[in-house]
């Protein structure tokens, strides 16, 4: 099992700034791809933005220049730094933990955080 635990979450104006943090704990494998993502009620969870243990990074085109996603290997923590905020990006942003262990995917999922933006 792997337990995700995140902050940072909170309310901005537009055009500020946020970062969220994601910590993972438990039984981590050293390759891996942490993310996060997102859902506004009544629509699909979205992808925000993800990097593997190895530093592949992949955005979501909203996001794209705005963003940026980190991580630590040593401390097993993935950050969201969220600039130019607009009021769309408001919504529950989930960290995302996805292993394979054999022929077995292991995926997590945080508890949310919410981000809400205002014009």
């Known amino acids: 099992q792997v337990q995700l635990v995140e902050s940072g979450g909170g309310l901005v104006q537009a055009g500020g700034s946020l970062r969220l943090s994601c910590a993972a704990s438990?039984?981590?494998?050293?390759?891996?791809?942490m993310g996060w993502y997102r859902q506004v009620p009544g629509n699909q969870r979205e992808l925000v933005a993800t990097?593997?243990?190895?530093?592949?990074?992949n955005y979501a085109d909203s996001v794209k220049g705005r963003f940026t996603i980190s991580r630590d290997n040593a401390k097993n923590t993935v950050y969201l730094q969220m600039n130019s905020l607009k009021p769309e990006d408001t919504a529950v942003y989930y960290c995302?933990?996805?292993?394979?262990?054999?022929?077995?995917?292991?995926?997590?999922w945080g508890q949310g955080t919410q981000v809400t933006v205002s014009s």
């Open positions: 995302n933990f996805l292993q394979f262990i054999a022929t077995s995917k292991q995926v997590y």
């Open positions: 438990g039984s981590i494998f050293s390759i891996n791809v």
């Open positions: 990097i593997t243990s190895g530093g592949t990074i």
